[in-house]
């Protein structure tokens, strides 16, 4: 592992912020009343690896881009999933916005707003052969994966009882 600056982690972080930072002013409706039954060991996993993902992807050259060898594939994959990332957002931001959009699938990946990142900065981890990125980049997957997994559940199971309280009306 070597210490220094990483563009290439900062060029990461600006693409997982920035739609972040917009999503504040744009959550799902009701979002609020998910967020108040969130595991409290699952959210701290993710705050620790939000922290950790964050100071790692940025204190070391080993993300860089290195002369073109079979560890390019690595890099050059994570960035692909970051574009999807990207895609994810654009899709949620242009629909209604409710936690149906903010969970629904993309290209068959599960909680994609969540699973994409995860999986990018974990690709990078492999890329720059550090393994304290890859270690909290897994604490970070296992909290936010894990919340919004738990969200999901619970926006599917609300839908359902919408359904039924349509249905029993008619």
Not at 45 to 51: A, D, L, R, T, W
Not at 99 to 106: N, T, V
Request: charged share 20%; hydrophobic share 50%; glycine share 6%.
């Amino acid at each position: 592992m070597n210490f220094g600056f990483s563009y290439v982690g900062l060029i990461f972080l600006i693409m997982l912020m920035l739609p972040n930072l917009l999503w504040t002013k744009n959550k799902p409706r009701d979002y609020e009343k998910y967020a108040a039954n969130e595991n409290k060991i699952l959210l701290a996993m993710e705050k620790i690896g939000e922290v950790s993902v964050s100071c790692l992807a940025l204190i070391f050259t080993d993300f860089n881009i290195k002369p073109w060898s079979n560890r390019s594939w690595w890099l050059i994959t994570a960035f692909l999933l970051m574009l999807l990332y990207e895609v994810f957002w654009v899709r949620y931001f242009k629909s209604e916005k409710t936690m149906k959009d903010f969970y629904i699938s993309l290209l068959g990946v599960p909680v994609a707003g969540a699973t994409l990142p995860v999986c990018a900065f974990l690709l990078l981890a492999v890329y720059g052969e550090n393994i304290a990125l890859a270690f909290a980049t897994l604490i970070l997957g296992v909290g936010h994966i894990g919340i919004h997994l738990m969200h999901k559940k619970e926006a599917d199971a609300q839908i359902i009882r919408e359904g039924d309280e349509n249905d029993s009306r008619k």
